[in-house]
């Protein structure tokens, strides 16, 4: 199985900062990567698919880039509703997907 | 567009349960469909996903005890749970899948873009 890992785990930011999640595959995934958001007890939401494509409908403060087996997401400017986990996850091996372990943005 | 799931609840270990998710909107017999669950705390897992061609596709952690099918008919996706374990106890999602695979392998993908609302499973005697 493609394993992926997130880091951080966590990361405390303030409203206006800038943050980056780094997401690394066990293997060459070329750019099937998806980002989501899930917020407590609801579902996770899509946020850039094929490592660098915004879903539409999603704020352009959140940009996505990479390939092979080092990708980021990052959030140019932290809005108050952004504070949830991030879900890294890879369809190179579809349809044996893998998710990334997540990454909970705090507010400081 | 809009999945919705249910069909969860308490079962005891080695029980079954059958959970359903009903597609409005689109077609979930033309797209790829995915069982995902979430145990409690932690993170993702992929679980299970039929094709468009009606193809089932199962974790290691699953297989041969859990069984995906689909009513065109009713729209409905489902996901058979039997022999179920301590283990198995998470909120269990549905979602549509956007992958574009060719006999090269994935040639495009559009992420999981609709979500059910997900149904809690807890095994517990």
């Known amino acids: 199985d493609i394993q992926m890992t997130q880091s951080p785990s966590s990361v405390s930011a303030s409203v206006g900062d800038r943050v980056t999640i780094t997401c690394r595959a066990s293997?060459?995934?070329?750019?099937?990567l998806a980002w989501y958001q899930q917020k407590p007890g609801k579902a996770p939401k899509l946020l850039i698919y094929?490592?660098?494509h915004l879903q539409t409908g999603v704020p352009s403060r959140f940009s996505g880039s990479g390939s092979g087996t080092d990708f980021t997401l990052t959030i140019s400017s932290l809005q108050p509703e952004d504070f949830a986990t991030y879900f890294c996850?890879?369809?190179?091996?579809?349809?044996?997907?893998?998710f990334g372990q997540g990454t909970r943005l705090e507010i400081k | 567009v809009l999945l919705v799931v249910c069909g969860g609840g308490l079962a005891q270990p080695g029980g079954s349960l059958r959970l359903s998710c009903a597609a409005s909107?689109?077609?979930?017999?033309?797209?790829?469909m995915s069982w995902v669950r979430q145990a409690p705390g932690k993170g993702l897992e992929w679980v299970s996903l039929?094709?468009?061609?009606?193809?089932?596709y199962y974790a290691d952690s699953v297989k041969g005890r859990f069984s995906i099918s689909r009513d065109n008919l009713m729209n409905t996706v489902y996901l058979q749970l039997n022999g179920l374990r301590a283990e198995d106890t998470a909120v269990y999602y549905c979602?549509?899948?956007?992958?574009?695979?060719?006999?090269?392998?994935?040639?495009?993908?559009?992420?999981?873009?609709?979500w059910g609302q997900g149904t809690t499973v807890t095994v517990s005697s």
């Open positions: 979602a549509r899948d956007l992958p574009t695979i060719t006999i090269f392998g994935v040639e495009d993908y559009h992420g999981m873009d609709v």
């Open positions: 909107g689109f077609s979930a017999s033309g797209h790829y």
């Open positions: 039929i094709y468009a061609g009606g193809s089932p």
């Open positions: 293997e060459d995934i070329s750019t099937w």
């Open positions: 094929a490592a660098s």
């Open positions: 996850q890879q369809a190179n091996s579809f349809p044996s997907i893998t």
